[in-house]
């Protein structure tokens, strides 16, 4: 009968801290980082040492090595190999299709049930939109009365899902009578996946805003932008006075009567060039030609 991990890795989205721990309890019973080597076939006698510091990296082949290495079998290892993959990604899309295939696991379902309701507030445009229709004082728990009111319409089980999920997160809760009211609650994630969730819930967003072209009328919206010229040390300056904006229109808000309509607002603050330097050419360009004398 073949050995079983002393560890559950679906419990986590760091392959570096799963092997961190498997070490961890292992070396009560006397194992040592070059025994971990011997049973791996590796020459390093402290390679997974440099792995757990971040040191080192593992390739595809070395992660399904280090999975067997750790006792981790079928669907076990194909995890850890996702996850190493996870972890390791460069870019977002990368990042995201290992994140899909890891939250495909029936057991990581089960074991990071919070986890998927971060990433379904993240990526579902519609989840904060309902949790804010709640403070409407027009608002009816209906699934099918809300999906009406959403642009584009919703199904119900969608509403009622978005409800199920909302709760969870503590974004919503039920009064002593069983309404629903808003929570100050504050979303957050795990530190391996924040960037991903909040990069993903700025694309829907920034999506929705691109459909409003065609789905809102123009007296209802205002899609507007500007395009200038700064010098790098006014970042800091132009972001401060966007937090303070959107500040005022939060306070704006809930100085407001009796409120309506769910909006969304979107500012997107990013560079068109690369920064130039006095004799206009970036650093980049000047740092290449001096390599080239």
């Not at 593992?58 to 850890?80: I, R």
């Not at 319409?153 to 808003?182: C, M, N, S």
């Not at 937090?243 to 603050?269: H, I, K, W, Y």
Request: glycine share 4%; charged share 30%; hydrophobic share 40%.
């Amino acid at each position: 009968m073949s050995k079983r991990a002393s560890i559950d890795v679906f419990r986590y989205l760091d392959y570096r801290a799963f092997l961190a721990e498997y070490y961890r309890i292992k070396k009560r019973r006397g194992f040592s980082y070059r025994a971990f080597s011997r049973r791996a076939g590796l020459a390093s006698p402290n390679y997974l040492k440099l792995v757990i510091e971040a040191k080192r990296n593992l390739t595809p082949e070395m992660a399904l090595t280090f999975a067997e290495a750790c006792e981790l079998h079928g669907e076990a290892s194909e995890y850890f190999a996702q996850l190493v993959r996870f972890n390791q990604a460069r870019d977002d899309e990368t990042r995201n299709d290992a994140y899909h295939r890891l939250s495909g696991f029936r057991r990581y379902r089960r074991a990071q049930k919070l986890e998927l309701a971060h990433a379904a507030y993240h990526a579902t445009w519609y989840l904060p939109a309902i949790r804010e229709l709640v403070s409407s004082s027009q608002f009816r728990e209906d699934p099918a009365w809300i999906g009406r009111q959403l642009m584009p319409e919703v199904k119900p089980r969608e509403v009622r899902a978005a409800l199920d999920t909302l709760l969870e997160l503590e974004l919503l809760e039920r009064d002593p009578e069983g309404h629903l009211l808003q929570t100050s609650a504050v979303v957050t994630t795990g530190a391996q996946t924040q960037s991903m969730h909040i990069g993903n819930y700025h694309r829907e967003m920034m999506q929705r805003a691109a459909h409003s072209i065609e789905l809102v009328p123009a007296a209802e919206r205002d899609l507007t932008s500007v395009t200038f010229c700064i010098e790098p040390s006014q970042m800091p300056a132009f972001k401060e006075r966007l937090t303070r904006f959107r500040r005022e229109l939060l306070d704006l808000s809930d100085s407001a009567g009796p409120r309506a309509r769910v909006m969304q607002l979107n500012l997107q603050l990013f560079p068109l060039t690369r920064t130039l330097d006095a004799s206009g050419t970036t650093p980049e360009a000047a740092k290449s030609k001096e390599n080239e004398r």
